[in-house]
């Protein structure tokens, strides 16, 4: 029976505590399949589990059925007599105004009206209504964008927030055993035609690549992804309890009073005497502790840093995106810096008046999602990106140099506000083929050639495809002839202002 293995797994991680009073679960209703079963299967274990139920639906004002799917979901709670809170919200607005995808800032909002109304009638939870399906989906997703132990844990059974926590009950359950559920009592619900657009990565995976392995490799895959992103879970929280405990007993803080931030120092011979997986933890905390999340850290950042601990590199530093890593004999500083702080101050602060050394360092290295507008601090500048539409035979080409540009880009890879591209300073190994040239020469020869002295050329934002890391456009100059408009080719429009 389902409500019997759904209650196995809310017990199995504690996702309700009742002691003297019963604890009250709001409940997110999108009115689609998993949620309609959530609430059913809730509302029957309520004097078994000791809670009272709140339902609570979010109009995101971007399907013409929006309006049908809040009125589904109130008629829903009125029939089980429970207590229905709504919210509406222009998503495609917030989106465009955030410089954020649509599903990314679809995301946000529920959770923030979700929250919000939780602590408004004094929730002790929040119950969404993933499933195992959707765990795997995760993971494989990560999997195949490269995520270290943290991204592959997916889905965690009980997120510990602040106020409330957040409880996934149906994670031990599959889709198909949600869809029996539904239709051996014949109860309705919603369908959003959007879950079988394949341009979206995860119902490709779920359609097409989950299946195909499943018959191939693994009928159990889907359970079999689920066990292993459970014991990464478990790894993934002793090796943060080990960090952290390390960090506490390695790290140092201090006020950077004329930076504004705090300043974090670690030990080189600490690091050192550690296994290379705490090493980057402590690493990601440090920046953490700084820059107050770790956004646009990546793993080449981290081999950066690291790459510091090496014998000789006392006065040497790694510029990464909202901070800077100092060598200084046995310690490395990690010190946050203002973003209106002109660059040559920030770096004479850096090296305590020793000769600036930036070679073969990266000042800043940003994903660059799409739509966006990012600010990048350390040029204090704004970029902003939004696909046009793809480009057809006959159609005149867009700008192809200077603040504001066209550039062609493949059609894959731009789904759910991700994409392959990024933003980062010049390298010294940078070469460039303008749009139209014969052939390729060192950036740092062509930057020269446009009478960009060469104190600031580190200083031009690049957009570079990730994967092969190949220049696309040089921000205020000429596009690549990698980034040709062309037949069949997505037309990105990006627009570089100085700030």
Not at 165 to 177: A, K, S
Not at 369 to 379: D, F, S, T, V
Not at 416 to 439: T, Y
């Amino acid at each position: 029976m389902l409500a019997t293995k759904i209650l196995r797994t809310i017990q199995r991680h504690a996702m309700v505590r009742p002691a003297k009073r019963a604890e009250r679960v709001l409940i997110g209703l999108s009115g689609g399949p998993d949620s309609v079963v959530l609430t059913h299967v809730l509302f029957e274990l309520t004097t078994k589990l000791g809670i009272e139920l709140i339902a609570a639906h979010l109009h995101h004002g971007l399907r013409a059925e929006a309006d049908d799917d809040e009125a589904f979901c109130h008629e829903l709670a009125d029939a089980l007599h429970l207590p229905f809170v709504t919210g509406r919200i222009d998503v495609a607005s917030r989106a465009k105004t955030a410089g954020r995808s649509i599903e990314d800032e679809a995301r946000r909002a529920r959770y923030t009206f979700l929250s919000e109304q939780a602590a408004h009638h004094r929730c002790d939870r929040i119950a969404v209504g993933h499933t195992m399906d959707d765990q795997a989906e995760t993971f494989m997703m990560r999997l195949a964008r490269g995520s270290g132990v943290r991204g592959l844990s997916s889905m965690y059974p009980v997120v510990k927030k602040e106020k409330v926590d957040i409880i996934r009950p149906l994670i031990d359950v599959r889709r198909h055993e949600i869809l029996a559920y539904l239709e051996k009592r014949g109860l309705s619900y919603r369908e959003d035609a959007s879950n079988l657009d394949r341009r979206f990565t995860r119902n490709r995976l779920r359609h097409d690549v989950l299946p195909y392995v499943a018959d191939e490799l693994n009928p159990k895959l889907v359970e079999t992804l689920a066990r292993s992103a459970e014991i990464l879970r478990d790894e993934e929280d002793f090796m943060e309890a080990r960090a952290r405990k390390a960090f506490t007993e390695t790290a140092t803080t201090t006020a950077a009073v004329a930076i504004g931030k705090a300043r974090i120092s670690l030990s080189v011979d600490a690091l050192n005497a550690l296994h290379p997986a705490l090493r980057r933890r402590l690493t990601r905390l440090a920046v953490e502790h700084v820059n107050g999340d770790t956004a646009n850290l990546t793993l080449g950042h981290v081999a950066d840093v690291l790459g510091l601990l090496e014998d000789g590199k006392s006065g040497r530093e790694v510029h990464l995106p909202g901070l800077i890593v100092e060598r200084s004999f046995d310690e490395l500083f990690f010190t946050g810096h203002s973003p209106l702080a002109p660059l040559a101050s920030r770096a004479s602060r850096a090296t305590r008046g020793r000769k600036q050394r930036t070679k073969g360092y990266n000042t800043y290295d940003y994903r660059l999602p799409i739509p966006a507008k990012l600010h990048i601090r350390e040029c204090r500048g704004l970029l902003t990106a939004h696909l046009v539409e793809s480009v057809r035979a006959g159609d005149e080409p867009g700008a192809a140099a200077g603040n504001t540009v066209d550039i062609g880009i493949e059609d894959r890879g731009i789904e759910d506000g991700l994409s392959e591209l990024r933003v980062r300073s010049p390298k010294a190994s940078d070469r460039f083929r303008p749009l139209g040239a014969p052939g390729s020469k060192p950036l740092a020869r062509y930057l020269m050639e446009r009478k960009v002295a060469k104190g600031d050329r580190r200083r031009v934002p690049l957009v570079v495809r990730a994967e092969a890391d190949e220049i696309l456009w040089v921000a205020g100059h000429s596009v690549s002839e990698r980034a040709r408009l062309g037949s069949g080719r997505l037309c990105l429009h990006l627009e570089w202002m100085s700030q």
